[in-house]
């Protein structure tokens, strides 16, 4: 199953952790549509990209962010900052998924415009079903914005 429009669902995960990008894709694999999940490492990496600046300037406006908040070089809470400020981007919904479970973040995180905010489970079982959660909730349920 694909989006209403045909085509692949776009996801932009922005994770430094090799373990967990890799959970990510596996857990993709076993999904009901088809999703292109793009990977960037870091926070400037993750702005690039949604700007098509740089080395991202083909790239295709995901419908779905995948934010860890503990990042190099820029971390996710000025990447979400930066993000739900910019008028061009402002609409595509960003879910946190991160280690953090501080009250701090998860009140920023909601004060800076997240849409959704999970904690990542310890476990390898748990953190594929719960990307696999969120995928189902997001691209069967959730009536998001056209790009």
């Known amino acids: 199953m694909n989006s209403s429009s045909g085509r692949p669902i776009e996801i932009l995960l922005v994770e430094d952790d090799v373990g967990d990008i890799e959970l990510t894709r596996e857990a993709m694999?076993?999904?009901?549509?088809?999703?292109?999940?793009?990977?960037?490492?870091?926070?400037?990496?993750?702005?690039?990209?949604?700007?098509?600046?740089?080395?991202?300037?083909?790239?295709?406006?995901?419908?779905?962010?995948?934010?860890?908040?503990?990042?190099?070089?820029?971390?996710?809470?000025?990447?979400?900052?930066?993000?739900?400020?910019?008028?061009?981007?402002?609409?595509?919904?960003?879910?946190?998924?991160t280690t953090s479970d501080t009250e701090e973040d998860i009140l920023r995180s909601y004060a800076l415009g997240v849409n959704c905010y999970v904690q990542k489970p310890v476990g390898m079982a748990e953190f594929m079903r719960i990307v696999q959660v969120l995928e189902d909730f997001w691209f069967t349920i959730v009536k998001l914005p056209p790009h």
């Open 29 to 97: 694999l076993d999904s009901k549509i088809t999703v292109n999940l793009n990977v960037v490492q870091d926070g400037i990496q993750a702005l690039s990209y949604l700007r098509r600046q740089a080395n991202y300037g083909s790239t295709v406006t995901p419908d779905l962010v995948l934010l860890d908040l503990n990042l190099p070089r820029k971390d996710g809470r000025e990447v979400l900052q930066e993000i739900k400020e910019d008028s061009a981007l402002k609409h595509i919904p960003v879910i946190v998924l």
